[in-house]
């Protein structure tokens, strides 16, 4: 069994024609599963759950999966950073976000919207999970 981090985008109640009633953000999975493939579909599960039982992801919402990173353990001795995010400027400017920076390598990426789609590094966000309004 492994540990799998999920890190995800989400567009909510796009739906809404008023803009500062539509909602975007980011949000973390966590699971331990035998395998990523097993990861993801309990990642989905969970999703939909929560789009069942709360109003996080409602009306018209998209979710992107940024990345998925796989840990056999939690370090015990020195703590492990796993997110680093730096915002510069208003919100709809691009952003840093980094996962498990240190000291070899920083695993940053840069994160803009463009045209209401997450682009990371110049490249459209893979799609995870779409729902519409009228889904129950």
């Given at each position: 069994m492994m540990l799998y981090l999920g890190k995800f985008l989400h567009m909510t109640n796009q739906q809404a024609q008023v803009e500062s009633e539509r909602r975007h953000g980011e949000f973390n999975l966590i699971v331990d599963a035998e395998d990523s493939q097993a990861a993801l579909k309990l990642?989905?599960?969970r999703i939909t759950e929560s789009r069942e039982k709360s109003d996080?992801?409602?009306?018209?919402?998209t979710i992107y999966i940024v990345h998925l990173l796989e840990l056999e353990?939690?370090?015990?001795e020195r703590a492990r950073m796993l997110y680093y995010k730096s915002v510069a400027?208003?919100?709809i400017m691009p952003y840093i976000s980094c996962s498990t920076p240190n000291g070899s390598t920083d695993g940053c990426r840069?994160?803009?919207w463009m045209k209401n789609r997450p682009e990371i590094d110049g490249?459209?966000?893979n799609l995870f999970v779409e729902f519409h309004s009228g889904d129950s």
């Open positions: 990642f989905k599960v996080l992801f409602e009306g018209d919402c353990e939690f370090p015990s400027g208003d919100p840069i994160l803009n490249e459209d966000a």
